[in-house]
């Protein structure tokens, strides 16, 4: 491992000219994209234009906050770097419907995920930096944490350095989103992918949810109320998540109960066995390839992706407890 990939990079060794000098268009105005325009424009960028559908229901919200909203060919024309920041699923068809056939020669491409770039999803032409800038948490978060005064960590990476200036590009980004408050390191386009999807997949929704409803089912076949079974297997998810992000998996463990951590601790290794080696394999496997991203964005483009398994969720019993009880809980703090 270099120097590089273990020392992290911070605002004050990050000139921030590339990204305040650009003429920069944001496609998309969602959690992400609404969150990066107004810290980069409240870090110095003065020319961001907001590229939306004439139908998206955000232009009214992007106008709101003082930006000019155009369309996603003029944007194309426009721009000097385009950051793509609508749904990952959705690049194939902005890129070569309304990006593509319009783009300004020679105009970088920032994405915040590697998606599209490491599945060839988007192809883009040798004329073009590439550019990956992740802040590594939700879109809300990276507005969030700026007005605080910090960031969520950021990583780069260059698929394509066309300028030989795609490395500036990317670092002054990041910091202007406010990650150089909190450290940079560099990546690649395939790591950054295949750690997300892996990760949410496997543990943070995936496997949480997993666990959460089966916990919650068994309680209940074994006679506690299913108002019980939700507090403890659903609601204090929450609270363990806040120790772990704050002291780690030990600083977790040392802060709860002893009876808490000698239970866990014995069934920790059952839960982790073969079946569950099995299946990460099976879920790497899919991401490692292109099964995974292919599956999703053929499910995508065909119209209504999880219309019908959103609302069989809607109809579960642990659903209904969960809304009676965050009803019960904070309606009557409000």
Known sequence: M???????????????????SCRLAIVGYGNHGRSHALCLRDSGVAHIRIALRETSPSRIKAEADGFEVVSLPEAAAWADAISLLAADEAHRLIWEEAILPHRKPGQALIVCHGFSIHYDLIR??????????????????VREEFEKG???????????????????????????????????????????????????QVVLVGGMVALAKA??????????SERMAYIDCVHEIKYLADLIQARGIAGMY??????????????????????LKRVFDEAMADIESDRFARKWVETYEAGDAMVADRAADRALRIETVGAELRDRIYGATK
């Open 2 to 20: 270099t120097d590089e990939m273990d020392e992290p990079l911070y605002t004050r060794d990050i000139d921030l000219a590339p990204i305040r």
């Open 124 to 141: 883009p032409p040798a004329d073009a930096d590439v550019i990956l800038a992740a802040a590594k948490g939700p879109g809300g978060a």
């Open 150 to 200: 910090r960031g969520l960590i950021g990583f780069w990476a260059v698929h394509q350095d066309a300028s030989g200036q795609a490395r500036e590009l990317a670092l002054a980004y990041l910091a202007a989103i406010g990650s150089g408050e909190v450290g940079i390191f560099p990546t690649s386009f395939r790591e950054e992918t295949v750690s997300d999807l892996f990760g949410e």
């Open 215 to 224: 916990s919650f089912e068994r309680l209940v076949a074994a006679g506690v």
């Open 254 to 275: 040392e802060a709860i109960s002893d009876t808490a951590e000698f239970g866990a601790r014995q069934i920790e290794d059952k839960i982790a066995g073969p079946e």
